[in-house]
């Protein structure tokens, strides 16, 4: 979006201006935390920090989840959608082709009837398996060039809500490619959440970690530099987009399964993140203080981080 609104504003050059101004901190930020990640994470105050974090990035997620599922699951059968979603995710079918796939039911479903059954969305998911990009990994060792082509994938073939990178990486650089851990992925989260800009600068830190700083800055490239291509082909046709009906429908089914993946890795890492009473109570505090009184998450994210180093910094004394 803020390409976009470069583009509008200042043309080529102006996307390109707001395309970085809007990424390069963050991205700049998230280098420097990963080097300290790899060169001190293993000192108390460090995994305190991440410790304390990592509760309460499960609180936004479950923000995100709600929030965007108010705003797209306007009707039954969406909401429907997003739940046969949910049981797929859990059976291990692979996440973009979910996403890709209930976008195409859902124009089916609205073409062809008034409501879809249970079984056409899977259907039309599971037929999407074999064909959409994204689900199979191909590389077997985090090398340079590998770690930039896997990140450019992604930067081409993901959209929707930042969240659902979640469910991405989870899948194919933990359970597939291993080339990360659980606790590895969601400390990249975690500190993700402590840093401003977007979420996709996630792949700064991520690259660095799997191949050093040539891996943080192609990593960053190959995520980001779709999203300049896309914008600098598209930016004249949007607004005739915007007024298709097939596409806005597509978009309702995507992000009726985003909101189902968002909230199946949400429980995912709920179960690495939540592991002990303390942490429970700070994940609890964080979703009321979030909710309930409304408080910016940076702070929130600010006192778990706290409470996380005060907690190791008194184990360790």
């Not at 705003?71 to 859990?90: C, D, H, M, W, Y």
């Not at 659902?164 to 080339?179: C, I, N, S």
């Not at 995507?254 to 199946?264: E, H, I, K, Y």
Request: charged share 10%; aromatic share 10%.
């Amino acid at each position: 979006m803020a390409i976009y609104l470069g583009q509008l504003r200042g043309g080529l050059p102006g996307l390109f201006i707001a395309g970085a101004a809007f990424i390069l901190p963050s991205a700049l930020m998230m280098c420097a935390m990963a080097w300290a990640y790899m060169r001190y994470g293993a000192l108390p105050q460090i995994a305190g920090v991440l410790w304390g974090v990592k509760p309460v990035v499960v609180a936004l997620i479950a923000q995100a989840v709600w929030s965007l599922g108010k705003t797209v699951l306007k009707s039954r059968e969406l909401a429907v959608i997003a739940a046969i979603v949910l049981g797929l995710a859990a059976m291990k079918v692979s996440t973009l082709p979910l996403l890709i796939g209930t976008g195409v039911a859902w124009i089916a479903a609205n073409r062809f009837g008034a409501k879809p059954a249970a079984g056409s969305v899977a259907a039309g998911t599971s037929s999407t398996i074999g064909t959409a990009a994204g689900g199979a990994a191909t590389f077997v060792a985090a090398t340079t060039t590998g770690v930039f082509l896997y990140f450019l994938k992604i930067g081409a073939l993901l959209f929707g809500s930042g969240y659902v990178l979640l469910a991405v990486l989870r899948e194919d650089l933990v359970l597939k490619m291993h080339w990360l851990s659980e606790t590895q992925l969601l400390d990249g989260i975690a500190v993700s959440q402590a840093t401003p800009g977007p979420f996709f600068t996630v792949a700064t830190f991520l690259g660095y970690v799997l191949s050093g700083w040539r891996g943080a800055g192609l990593a960053t490239l190959g995520m980001f530099v779709p999203a300049f291509m896309y914008v600098a082909a598209t930016a004249n046709v949007l607004p005739r987009l915007r007024k298709s009906p097939t596409a806005g429908i597509f978009l309702d089914g995507v992000n009726a399964a985003a909101v189902a993946l968002m909230a199946f890795v949400g429980f995912q890492f709920a179960r690495e993140a939540v592991m002990t009473p303390l942490a429970a109570v700070i994940a609890v505090a964080s979703v009321v203080l979030i909710f309930r009184f409304k408080v910016n998450s940076a702070w929130v994210v600010l006192g778990g981080a706290a409470i996380g180093l005060i907690v190791k910094l008194a184990a360790h004394a």
